[in-house]
């Protein structure tokens, strides 16, 4: 898999703190489930308690399905 240029300690940062906002799925450029995340609170904290472990874990993906990892 090729990895992003996006960086992975801002987007793990981008999820702990502003992740109910849907904060790190904009700065990966997926605009359409940002803003769901946004209007649903970040799924209701749920959403953004999986996607922090994805994140962590490394298989989190931006728009263009290219891993962020460390």
């Known amino acids: 898999m090729e990895k992003s240029d ?3 300690v ?3 940062v981008l999820c702990l703190f502003l992740g ?3 904060a790190h799925r904009f700065y990966a450029g997926k605009i359409g ?3 769901l995340m946004a ?3 970040g799924g209701f904290v749920i959403w953004n308690v999986i ?3 994805i994140i962590l874990v490394g ?3 931006d728009a263009e399905g290219r891993v962020i990892k460390n």
């Open 6 to 8: 996006r960086s992975f």
């Open 10 to 12: 801002a987007t793990i």
């Open 20 to 22: 109910w906002l849907g």
């Open 33 to 35: 489930t940002g803003i």
């Open 39 to 41: 209007l649903t609170g």
């Open 51 to 53: 996607d922090f472990i």
């Open 59 to 61: 298989n989190f993906t």
